[in-house]
């Protein structure tokens, strides 16, 4: 297995398929009386945060907890970084204490990839800055799958701030590698500059792809990240490019509606729509335990990746 | 970047029992291997065994077979068929992987995992009979066992395998076998089964274990290399492959 998980691009076809096949099974564990296994009994996972979440670190602490590993939480707030500590001393600081993995959430972009370069264990990419977040494709992977039987061919449109979401662009390389085809809508203020040269569609008119699509993905806003005006005012975002009622009926029967969370309702999407049985957002959530399991004991659970 | 190895690999030596890449067939024999068990022999010992669950239990009323992945699971099958030709009631069976809970983990690149069914009635209060093809040096079992006490608690758990090859290193023994087979620690035992390789049998292999416990000895890193016993195994043969085919580390 691959050493560290960085970008969606580090997994081949067959690395990917296996984790989701062993999230599979892993799911399963859900409805036994035990949900733990021994499997990395003594190995210490580090989960280093340096930006808000909810949903991916628990995600992580449950994966890892369930795995009998060790699990140090690090947050940025009322830690050494709070007093000016830099990014690879606390690294330094990690492997002193001898961490095995290091899960790691970053406002800048690229800083897991630094990280690799300072510390033995592994590293997982938990989102950094507007880059990528592979696990979150993974488990978006697996729940199209679970969903509608298949990804081959699936037909994917990916909806909104595309600009900001490392979501949707680790989701644009893994849903790729796995042999579906993507299109991203969003007004053209959101979209990278470099976005043609991924391997996806891009359109800017959301009601003529809404036919055509097995799955929508609708992206958050990131108003946090937003330092300029991308459009004018949030209700017209809406009006155009967020996903209502009516235009949930313009889907195909079978088609699902996802969303990475967390979500804005009203914003990119209906309350009606985000509680709707079309909606897969809270299997997302159970899902990504099983995903992040699922990468741990893979890239954790065998002998040393090194050479 | 290390290269992972689809399918999990196999294991050789006393370290552990073999087990192939789950689901493949076995394409690879020993070279000179010789069959020791036919397609009507394997048939004739399933059914005897059988007749010894029977026996045993008091008609199989509580009975759950649990094959373990990949070649236990066809057996546990078959010999749930057979229980209820027999007496008549169906007799419930699955699968229990035990991948998570083996001991040799750290010495082989993550493997991929086998499916766990087990039957809705639970195994709280039954008597689980274990289902495996060969059996070595016992530490699938001990790993089964800890796999079973995270399912619930049945009443008692027994053991049948095809073949008991010897050589155990754990204080565990079948309680019901197919066939008792002496061997060396070189040769090698495989099992094949019409479910999974197309044909039925048990071959014995005498060649080639000795290099390829080697290759993998010096493929599993220095550390554990020294703790790899000349080694033979039933899949050595595969085994090698996969190595090969991996060794990009």
Same mark, same amino acid.
């Given at each position: 297995?691959?050493?560290?998980?960085?970008?969606?691009?580090?997994?081949?076809?067959?690395?990917?398929?296996?984790?989701?096949?062993?999230?599979?099974?892993?799911?399963?564990?859900?409805?036994?009386?035990?949900?733990?296994?021994?499997?990395?009994?003594?190995?210490?996972?580090? =989960?280093?945060?340096?930006?808000?979440?909810?949903?991916?670190?628990?995600?992580?602490?449950?994966?890892?907890?369930?795995?009998?590993?060790?699990?140090?939480?690090?947050?940025?707030?009322?830690?050494?970084?709070?007093?000016?500590?830099?990014?690879?001393?606390?690294?330094?600081?990690?492997?002193?204490?001898?961490?095995?993995?290091?899960?790691?959430?970053?406002?800048? /972009?690229?800083?897991?990839?630094?990280?690799?370069?300072?510390?033995?264990? /592994?590293?997982?990419?938990?989102?950094? @800055?507007?880059?990528?977040?592979?696990?979150?494709?993974?488990?978006?992977?697996?729940?199209?799958?679970? !969903?509608?039987?298949?990804?081959?061919?699936?037909?994917?449109?990916?909806?909104?701030?595309?600009?900001?979401?490392?979501?949707?662009?680790? =989701?644009?390389?893994?849903?790729?590698?796995?042999?579906?085809?993507?299109?991203?809508?969003?007004?053209?203020?959101?979209?990278?500059?470099?976005?043609?040269?991924?391997?996806?569609?891009?359109?800017?008119?959301?009601?003529?792809?809404?036919?055509?699509?097995?799955?929508?993905?609708?992206?958050?806003?990131?108003?946090?990240?937003?330092?300029?005006?991308?459009?004018?005012?949030?209700?017209?975002?809406?009006?155009?490019?967020?996903?209502?009622?009516?235009?949930?009926?313009?889907?195909?029967?079978?088609?699902?509606?996802?969303?990475?969370?967390?979500? =804005?309702?009203?914003?990119?999407?209906?309350?009606?729509?985000?509680? /709707?049985?079309?909606?897969?957002?809270?299997?997302?959530?159970? =899902?990504?335990?099983?995903?992040?399991?699922?990468?741990?004991?893979?890239?954790?659970?065998?002998?040393?990746?090194?050479? | 970047?290390?290269?992972?190895?689809?399918?999990?690999?196999?294991?050789?030596?006393?370290?552990?029992?073999?087990? +192939?890449?789950?689901?493949?067939?076995?394409?690879?024999?020993?070279?000179?291997?010789?069959?020791?068990?036919?397609?009507?022999?394997?048939?004739?010992?399933?059914?005897?065994?059988?007749?010894?669950?029977?026996?045993?239990?008091?008609?199989?009323?509580?009975?759950?077979?649990?094959?373990?992945? #990949?070649?236990?699971?066809?057996?546990?099958?078959?010999?749930?068929?057979?229980?209820?030709?027999?007496?008549?009631?169906?007799? +419930?069976?699955?699968?229990?992987?035990?991948?998570?809970?083996?001991?040799?983990? $750290?010495? !082989?690149?993550?493997?991929?995992? @086998?499916? #766990?069914?087990? +039957?809705?009635?639970?195994?709280?209060?039954?008597?689980?009979?274990?289902?495996?093809?060969?059996?070595?040096?016992?530490? #699938?079992?001990?790993?089964?066992?800890?796999?079973?006490?995270?399912?619930? $608690?049945?009443?008692?758990?027994?053991?049948?395998?095809?073949?008991?090859?010897?050589?155990?290193?754990?204080?565990?023994?079948?309680?019901?076998?197919?066939?008792?087979?002496?061997?060396?620690?070189?040769?090698?035992?495989?099992?094949?089964?019409?479910?999974?390789?197309?044909?039925?049998?048990?071959?014995?292999?005498?060649?080639?274990?000795?290099?390829?416990?080697?290759? !993998?000895?010096?493929?599993?890193?220095?550390?554990?290399?020294?703790?790899?016993?000349?080694?033979?195994?039933?899949?050595?043969?595969?085994?090698?492959?996969?190595?090969?085919?991996?060794?990009?580390?």
């Amino acid at each position: 297995m691959i050493r560290h998980l960085i970008s969606a691009a580090d997994l081949s076809r067959e690395e990917a398929l296996l984790i989701l096949d062993t999230a599979g099974e892993l799911a399963q564990m859900a409805d036994r009386p035990i949900r733990k296994l021994p499997t990395l009994r003594g190995r210490t996972v580090v =989960n280093l945060f340096y930006e808000d979440s909810t949903r991916t670190r628990i995600s992580f602490e449950a994966a890892a907890k369930r795995l009998s590993a060790d699990v140090i939480n690090f947050s940025a707030k009322g830690s050494s970084v709070a007093k000016g500590e830099s990014l690879k001393d606390t690294a330094l600081t990690l492997e002193a204490m001898g961490a095995d993995a290091v899960v790691i959430r970053h406002p800048a /972009s690229g800083a897991p990839h630094r990280l690799a370069g300072w510390v033995r264990g /592994s590293v997982l990419n938990a989102g950094d @800055g507007t880059h990528e977040h592979p696990t979150q494709a993974l488990l978006d992977a697996y729940t199209m799958r679970s !969903r509608l039987g298949r990804l081959e061919g699936l037909r994917v449109t990916i909806v909104g701030d595309v600009l900001h979401s490392r979501v949707a662009r680790s =989701n644009v390389l893994l849903l790729h590698t796995l042999g579906a085809e993507v299109t991203l809508v969003a007004p053209p203020t959101l979209l990278p500059v470099a976005v043609g040269g991924w391997p996806c569609e891009v359109s800017y008119d959301l009601d003529a792809e809404l036919p055509k699509s097995d799955v929508i993905m609708m992206l958050r806003v990131q108003a946090e990240r937003m330092n300029a005006a991308y459009f004018p005012t949030v209700r017209e975002y809406s009006r155009r490019y967020g996903l209502d009622g009516d235009r949930m009926g313009t889907l195909p029967e079978h088609a699902i509606v996802m969303h990475p969370g967390p979500m =804005n309702r009203g914003v990119e999407i209906a309350a009606s729509v985000a509680d /709707s049985a079309r909606s897969t957002i809270v299997e997302q959530v159970a =899902n990504g335990v099983s995903i992040r399991m699922a990468v741990l004991y893979l890239m954790l659970g065998g002998a040393e990746a090194t050479a | 970047m290390p290269v992972l190895h689809p399918g999990g690999g196999t294991d050789t030596g006393p370290a552990a029992e073999s087990r +192939p890449p789950a689901g493949q067939p076995r394409t690879t024999l020993p070279a000179d291997g010789k069959i020791v068990l036919g397609g009507d022999e394997i048939r004739r010992a399933l059914t005897r065994v059988a007749h010894e669950i029977l026996e045993r239990t008091d008609g199989a009323a509580d009975v759950i077979l649990l094959g373990i992945p #990949t070649r236990g699971v066809p057996l546990a099958r078959r010999l749930a068929a057979r229980l209820t030709q027999v007496e008549g009631r169906t007799a +419930p069976f699955g699968s229990l992987d035990i991948t998570m809970y083996r001991d040799d983990l $750290r010495l !082989r690149p993550a493997r991929a995992l @086998g499916h #766990t069914d087990v +039957p809705a009635s639970g195994i709280d209060g039954k008597i689980v009979v274990l289902v495996d093809d060969v059996l070595y040096s016992g530490r #699938t079992v001990r790993a089964a066992l800890d796999a079973l006490g995270d399912l619930g $608690r049945p009443r008692a758990v027994q053991l049948a395998v095809l073949v008991d090859r010897g050589h155990r290193e754990l204080p565990i023994r079948a309680d019901y076998v197919g066939k008792n087979l002496p061997t060396s620690q070189r040769e090698m035992v495989q099992v094949l089964l019409t479910e999974v390789d197309g044909q039925d049998a048990v071959v014995l292999g005498e060649g080639g274990q000795q290099e390829a416990g080697q290759t !993998r000895a010096g493929h599993t890193g220095a550390g554990h290399a020294a703790s790899a016993h000349p080694t033979a195994d039933h899949t050595a043969a595969d085994h090698t492959a996969a190595d090969h085919t991996g060794g990009g580390q």
